[in-house]
């Protein structure tokens, strides 16, 4: 007889088979052993009921899987912290994430990405899936051993927001990741165009004096990975997509065959360069906010499944790095608590159905990672019991106060978003919960 949680009387919706039904969830030994109704029709048998989660009025969802998220650790632990970003995430509804190697040191030993993995390992903590640098150092000279981070725990391999200019470097480190069918996560972006500049080249940047980088800085940079991926055959993952012409080369590669995918920000799907405003340090992001055309081809193209998946692209920046002039303040922003209402509001703009929505931030994802045939990112029978729980008629007001993490910073500041998280489980075990006043023991 196995015995654990209800939850009950909410709207269950899984992107993965495109379910959108009322139903309960049951929860045991950490993971998801039936569906059915309030009445208990569905648990398996011999199942008890220990414990009862009342969700009615909320969709019960997949935890959602996070593409990009810098927790800061190691080395920058005066930004913030593992504890508080991985709390950030529990009330965001994030259960899985990505980490770049942009951390000091560099992801670039085994010994590192053991270290991450293990402090990573409490049961309120999100699944960190670290991203091994391409390079040593993510210098772009010396390639990193690859085979060995992957023993490690790296789910993948890339540069975070450095090039590698050396193009005999960058072909040989996408040979030997095609040996091992390792894939490469890289952020198209020609160095040299946009060396100095601080954002979107155009008549923003121009009426206030700042350096520009122009749209070509990233498709000359995609279109050398893309003829390097048809020679090499490397599985190729491109972050941060921010230009229209941008995406429409991928979509033609595609069509021709190549195996890539890509991502959008939330950020970019949002946002355009005229919300720099008067020198917004909070709008300083890299690559910049573009043009009013290229959001709205981005936010068309993550709705058709041209883009794979929308991130938070998390990066938590301090006060120190915000409160600058505007050529000189940090870039990034954070993101791991708005992920969630960002993605409702354009579901909602794009007049969308949940389940493609959430697509976006759970199976789909969790496919460019590798852990979707593990379960990740869907409610199936077996899987770990990763789940988030939202109200999508309650409001999140983006302020100081409400962020969780140590990162205060977001352009978003001041807006009443919808969708709030009032649950977060993962492994069946609750990381996070807004009130514990609808649980109850039996």
């Known amino acids: 007889m196995s ?7 909410g709207r269950l919706v899984d992107p993965a088979t495109k379910t959108d039904i009322h139903a309960d969830l049951f929860i045991a030994d950490g993971r998801l052993v039936g569906v059915g109704d309030h009445h208990g029709n569905g648990a398996p048998a011999g199942f008890e009921v220990t414990s009862v989660l009342d969700a009615t009025g909320c969709v019960v969802c997949p935890g959602l899987v996070d593409l990009s998220a810098r927790l800061r650790e190691p080395g920058f632990e005066y930004r913030a912290t593992l504890e508080s970003e991985m709390a950030a995430a529990a009330a965001g509804g994030v259960t899985s994430l990505a980490c770049p190697p942009d951390t000091d040191p560099v992801l670039d030993e085994p010994g590192l990405v053991e270290m991450l993995t ?31 981070l992957s023993e490690a725990g790296c789910v993948a391999f890339g540069q975070a927001h450095r090039s590698i200019v050396d193009t005999q470097v960058l072909l040989r480190a996408l040979q030997y990741a095609a040996t091992f069918d390792f894939p490469v996560w890289l952020q198209p972006q020609d160095k040299f165009l946009s060396r100095k500049g601080v954002a979107h080249d155009g008549e923003v940047a121009a009426r206030l004096g700042l350096a520009g980088i122009p749209v070509a800085a990233e498709t000359i940079a995609i279109a050398s990975l893309l003829e390097l991926v048809r020679i090499t055959g490397t599985r190729l993952h491109l972050r941060r997509i921010s230009s229209a012409a941008g995406l429409a080369m991928i979509v033609a590669a595609r069509s021709a065959g190549i195996n890539v995918t890509c991502e959008v920000t939330i950020n970019h799907l949002h946002l355009t360069d005229l919300d720099i405003g008067y020198f917004n340090a909070h709008a300083r992001l890299d690559p910049p906010l573009r043009s009013q055309n290229d959001r709205e081809a981005l936010r068309a193209g993550l709705a058709s499944g041209a883009i794979n998946a929308l991130t938070s692209d998390h990066t938590p920046v301090d006060d120190d790095g915000k409160q600058m002039p ?3 303040a940090e870039t990034g922003a954070t993101g791991l608590e708005l992920l969630l209402p960002l993605t409702l509001k354009w579901a909602a703009e794009m007049e969308l159905p949940l389940t493609t929505a ?9 496919r460019i990672i590798g852990t979707f045939n593990k ?11 990763d789940v988030c729980v939202f109200d999508p008629q309650a409001e999140f007001l983006v302020s100081r106060d409400n962020l969780k993490s140590q990162g205060k910073n977001t352009p978003f500041l ?3 978003l919808p969708g709030r998280v009032r649950y977060t489980l993962i492994d069946g075990h609750l990381a996070y919960g807004e009130t514990w006043s609808d649980i109850s023991t039996t």
């Open 118 to 148: 293990h402090r990573a390992r409490l049961p309120e903590f999100a699944r960190v899936h670290p991203v091994g640098a391409l390079t040593v150092g993510l210098n772009g000279e010396r390639l990193t051993e690859m085979a060995e």
């Open 358 to 366: 959430l697509a976006r931030v759970t199976c789909d994802p969790a």
């Open 414 to 416: 001041g807006l009443t």
């Open 326 to 328: 505007f050529e000189e």
């Open 3 to 9: 015995s654990g949680l209800h939850i009950k009387g």
């Open 375 to 385: 379960g990740a990112g869907q409610l199936k029978l077996g899987a770990a019991a």
